[in-house]
């Protein structure tokens, strides 16, 4: 049995970010690692100003935008006529703004740059590999056991290791409340001129956006009614019947996405009970699972991990207050997120009259697009309400 003081659960960026955020303020880290360091997908995680920011405390941010493709603006069209419904300036209209830029940057560079933080940290120690198999709240302790029965025993334990995380049900509730969406997605054609395509209609949401080099990513969100239905037609044969209604420039953008990687299943889940449990807490997708409509993922991760981070030095390292404040200042801008999420995906796949109302209001000049993308008013939250996200799963069409 291994005895710790802080024991974080991770997968793909969350753990990393998470440890990094607490040894700055001066906390020995543990990390449980899921995924291998060379474990890692070909998407794209959207940075939003504000995660950029909190990078900068770690010395991260300007290395991460070197690295990333800045996208000068945003389309959202309709996916069955082409009609374009809303145009956003982002490139230095939100550098501008909102003092940073809003980019994307691979996920294998975002990865690996958290990889070697880590290991230049003498405060951060991880396990590769590693999943959790059970977790047991003693009170005044937790204790973790792997896969490989392995035990550790932690002052504290962090849950950053996506929707499945053994820590959830220990919080009560979380449970999935929307209907499934299935995301499918790959490397394609880069989108002309430096500019986010988005397309939408009641069955698709289609993202075409660009990598800094110059490919591109297409990611394919299918709104569906019942999981049995795409297991008889298969994914492929879903894709192609659903791509053929489509305008010609969605089909050259996004045809071939069909058949190649396999679909993640993503639905809206409710907010936990609680946010701590005696002295387990969990952040990113752990805490909230979302939608994969919106560029939420990374940045809520980022957020979350430097809120936590913070918590633990005005505590002066004293576990419930920390966690106490952690959830106080995290919960009601993460979940305030999911719901913009939810609604941001009932909106991209509405039909009839609640469609024709939403052009209309796309279409009006007095929306601020270029706000509405940065998600700037969010609470905290800063998570874009029209990019490409994701989460674990990888959840989310491009990002995480």
């Known amino acids: ?10 997968s793909r960026f969350s753990g990393l970010v998470t440890a990094l955020f607490l040894a700055h303020q001066g906390f020995p880290v543990h ?14 995680a959207v940075l939003t100003p504000s995660a950029l920011r909190e990078l900068a405390v770690l010395g991260l941010a300007d290395a991460l935008a070197a690295g990333a493709w800045e996208p000068r603006g945003l389309t959202h069209a309709d996916a069955e006529s082409g ?11 939100v550098r501008a703004r909102f003092g940073r830029p809003y980019v994307l940057v691979p996920h294998a ?17 991880v396990e590769w590999g590693r999943r959790a198999a059970a ?14 029965g392995a035990g550790y025993r932690a002052e504290a334990l962090v849950g950053a290791d996506g929707p499945g995380s053994r820590v959830r049900a220990h919080l009560g509730g979380g449970h999935a409340v929307s209907r499934p969406y299935l995301l499918h997605r790959a490397p394609g054609p880069a989108p002309p001129d430096h500019v986010v395509r988005l397309w939408s209609c009641p069955s698709l949401h289609v993202t075409q956006a660009g990598a800094p080099d110059g490919t591109g990513q297409v990611s394919v969100t299918v709104r569906v009614d019942a999981l049995d239905d795409v297991r008889r037609e298969g994914v492929a044969g879903l894709l192609a019947r659903l791509l053929a209604t489509t305008a010609p420039e969605v089909r050259a953008a996004a045809g071939h996405v069909v058949g190649t990687l396999p679909a993640h299943v993503h639905r809206h889940h409710a907010p936990l009970e609680r946010g701590t449990c ?15 409509h919106t560029a ?3 940045a809520l991760e980022v957020l979350d991990a430097a809120a936590l981070g913070r918590a633990f030095d005005h505590a002066d390292g004293r576990i419930a207050p920390a966690l106490d404040e952690y959830v106080r200042v995290r919960t009601t801008p993460r979940a305030a997120t999911a719901e913009r999420a939810l609604d941001f995906a009932t909106l991209c796949h509405a039909d009839g009259l609640v469609r024709r109302m939403r052009d209309r209001l796309w279409r009006a000049a007095a929306v601020d697009a270029t706000a509405a993308v940065v998600d700037a008013t969010g609470g905290g939250s800063s998570t874009g309400t029209y990019a490409h996200g994701g989460s674990h799963g990888p959840t989310g069409p491009m990002a995480g």
Not at 35 to 43: I, K, L, Q, T
Not at 83 to 93: D, H, Q, S
Not at 135 to 148: H, I, K, N, P
């Open 31 to 44: 990390v449980l690692e899921r995924d291998r360091p060379e474990d890692v997908d070909p998407g794209l």
């Open 278 to 292: 005696h002295r387990m807490t969990v952040v990113g997708d752990a805490a909230q699972p979302m939608l994969p």
């Open 83 to 93: 009609t374009v419904l809303r145009i956003a300036e982002l490139g230095p209209a």
């Open 1 to 10: 049995m291994v005895a710790l003081p802080l024991l974080v659960l991770g």
């Open 109 to 125: 560079e975002l990865r690996a740059l958290l990889v070697a933080a880590c290991a230049a940290d003498e405060m951060v120690t």
């Open 296 to 298: 939420q993922s990374t």
């Open 135 to 148: 977790v047991e709240d003693l009170g005044d302790a937790v204790l973790v056991t792997d896969e490989s």
